[in-house]
């Protein structure tokens, strides 16, 4: 890998990156997987150049994921269509080191968690998903993305305690 790609991804990083920040203060759910959609591409982009071929399968596959969840209810066959299609795609092109395939567990918990009605539940399977990317980025020299990573977990757990903020004072009133 030369160092030109390693700059690109990076610089294609900061966007994807900050999209990411924002999208963990998004409180509505469908809000967030339509942002992710553009925000995955870029991050694919980013891993494709760095040659972290698990990241760009668990991009490509949470991409059609958002969009298929648009489109048609989410059910148990669907989610399991899905965790089979990231791990059977990467099957091919990742290693077997526990750390290239954070991105196809995280993107598997993600999926699993879906379709549930609670957001505060949603948003945490979010932090824990967004850690193992963290651990991955950092692993393949994707120090921009390593970053957000870590602020995306803040701005997620900051929506977390708005919302709990909020369900509070409804309760009170």
């Known amino acids: 890998m030369d160092n030109i790609s390693i700059i690109v991804a990076n610089i294609i990083s900061i966007v994807s990156c900050t999209m990411m920040v924002l999208i963990g203060l998004i ?24 040659g972290g071929m698990g990241g760009v399968w668990a991009t490509v596959v949470s991409i059609l994921r958002n969009l298929a969840f648009f489109k048609f ?22 290693t077997f080191n526990p750390i290239t395939w954070l991105p196809i567990l995280a993107t598997s918990l993600f999926t699993w968690v879906i379709d549930s009605e609670d957001i505060i539940k949603f948003k945490n399977v979010m932090i824990l998903t967004v850690c193992m990317w963290f651990v ?13 990573d870590a602020f995306t977990v803040f701005s ?4 977390v305690w708005q919302i709990k903020k909020e369900q509070k004072a409804a309760e009170s009133k």
């Open 27 to 50: 409180k509505n759910k469908n809000k967030i997987l339509a942002a992710q959609c553009v925000q995955f591409t870029l991050m694919g982009v980013s891993h494709y150049l760095l």
């Open 73 to 94: 209810k989410v059910t148990v066959p669907l989610k399991i269509l899905f965790v089979v299609l990231s791990v059977v795609l990467s099957l091919g092109t990742v």
């Open 136 to 148: 991955y980025d950092a692993v393949h020299l994707n120090f921009i993305s390593a970053a957000f």
């Open 156 to 159: 997620t757990g900051y929506s």
